[in-house]
């Protein structure tokens, strides 16, 4: 079963369009692995994620099936299929 | 107010929260805005070297990180590409936080655009703007580990190619100071003798100076002028040596140094009263004028608020346009950009109530 990514409305454009993307996985694997894959087939979504170090940008939250990534372990987290990506931007800002 | 400069004027304003552009003639103008909502504009450029200017910005937004935005036609629509347009080598392990500086390149190199970052580096785009190439000679530079961020971060904030000789740009960075490279970026030095560090043990150290701006007129190239984290200077040999011409203004601190399109010895800046007194000297709006290169300046008044004025001027927020009749323009802090038509003599209040000021850049259109 895929990976599925949900993308919030100011990515939308990004994407194509798409409100969530799915990532076919054989097995399990990393939340690095997943952004590489979209990052290989939305650029554009991709630099607004994470940096070009390849680092998770700071105001951005990824949920890992509810879980905030960085308590997983950031981009090494794992993740398995049928696994939801959920990418919320932080509350930040003034 | 002289009204007898009546041509069209796009006056391109970035923000803490967006762009902001402004379209007159000197007494009505028309804003609109915010472009790039909830990214702050540190860096505005207007490209004459285009039949209809281009504009170029750099915008970053808290969320989704730095970027560059173009437009062709006056900012009705933008464009960006799809990979990141300023980015940093893979083995540099560096990551762009900001772009502070967007400058076109001389006029025979009319696609060549350059962009100052942080981390303190330099890039150039040789598309008009919308990619960069890293520029790794400065990069490589040995004193890059003793430059340290200031208030702001530490950035490559000012960039001035030659007008005529290719290859040799001048940056200015907080903090670091001058740099100079003669042969297209593989390699610089620094450029500061004579302007203070007063914060460093040694107060004239060969680098680390906190310069806050440095301008240069094309016709005059080898003259170049500076505006010091507390000093005010001016170089007649390429940026080799400073000498201070702050004798006449009422304080020596400040951010932005602009010079007149058409008059080598014209100069423009904004005191401050001190380091730790970031306010306009006895809380009036006054932008200083010299028109022989730094002996002796001016006050510029005529309508400006003229008491209880406690907003500050930055770096990139005073500019003047390529008019015939040059007009001068800057933003505050508190929202607000004037403009004067008439080279800085008269004064009108061209927008308010935007967020801080951070960029200004105007031309005729």
Not at chain 2, 166 to 183: I, L, P, Q
Request: hydrophobic share 35%; proline share 8%.
């Amino acid at each position: 079963m895929p990976v599925t990514v949900v993308l919030p409305a100011a990515l939308h454009p990004r994407a194509g369009g798409r409100t969530t993307l799915e990532v076919d996985i054989p097995a399990p694997t990393t939340l690095n692995d997943i952004l590489d894959v979209i990052a290989a087939r939305y650029p554009d979504l991709s630099r607004r994620i994470r940096d070009e170090t390849g680092a998770l940008r700071r105001h951005v939250n990824f949920f890992i099936d509810g879980e905030e990534s960085r308590r997983l372990g950031g981009g090494d987290a794992p993740i398995t299929p049928d696994t939801r990506i959920e990418l919320i931007p932080s509350v930040a800002g003034g | 107010m002289d009204t007898s400069n009546t041509q069209q004027v796009l006056v391109a304003i970035g923000t803490r929260k967006g762009l902001f552009l402004a379209t007159g003639s000197g007494v009505d103008w028309e804003v609109t805005g915010p472009h790039h909502a909830m990214t702050d504009v540190y860096a505005v450029a207007i490209d004459t070297r285009r039949a209809t200017p281009r504009l170029l910005v750099g915008i970053t937004s808290e969320h989704w990180g730095p970027s560059v935005a173009v437009s062709d036609d006056l900012g009705r629509t933008w464009t960006e590409p799809d990979h990141a347009p300023v980015a940093f080598p893979t083995d540099t392990g560096a990551a762009l936080a900001r772009v502070w500086q967007l400058a076109p390149g001389p006029v025979d190199e009319p696609d060549v655009v350059y962009a100052g970052v942080e981390p303190s580096a330099l890039f150039r785009s040789e598309d008009g703007g919308l990619t960069y190439e890293f520029v790794r000679g400065l990069w490589d530079h040995p004193h890059r580990e003793h430059w340290m961020p200031g208030f702001g971060g530490q950035a490559v904030h000012s960039v001035l190619p030659h007008p005529r000789e290719a290859g040799r740009v001048t940056v200015a960075m907080s903090t670091g100071g001058v740099y100079v490279t003669e042969d297209g970026g593989r390699s610089f030095g620094a450029s500061n003798q004579g302007i203070s560090a007063y914060f460093m043990p040694d107060p004239y150290p060969e680098f680390g100076q906190c310069v806050h701006k440095i301008a240069q007129h094309p016709d005059r190239p080898e003259r170049f002028f500076a505006q010091n984290h507390h000093g005010v200077y001016r170089s007649d040999d390429g940026a080799r040596t400073w000498q201070s011409i702050a004798d006449g203004l009422p304080s020596d601190f400040g951010f932005p140094m602009v010079v007149h399109p058409h008059k080598p010895d014209t100069i423009y800046t904004f005191p401050l009263v001190a380091d730790a007194m970031r306010f306009p000297p006895d809380g009036r709006c006054r932008v200083y004028r010299s028109d022989d290169a730094g002996a002796t300046w001016r006050a510029l008044t005529e309508g400006l608020p003229s008491e209880g004025y406690w907003s500050a001027v930055m770096r990139d927020a005073l500019c003047v346009d390529n008019a015939q009749t040059a007009g001068v323009y800057f933003g505050t802090r508190c929202g607000e950009v004037y403009a004067s038509r008439d080279e800085g003599e008269h004064w009108t209040r061209v927008a308010a109530h935007l967020p801080d000021v951070f960029s200004v850049r105007a031309a005729v259109i």
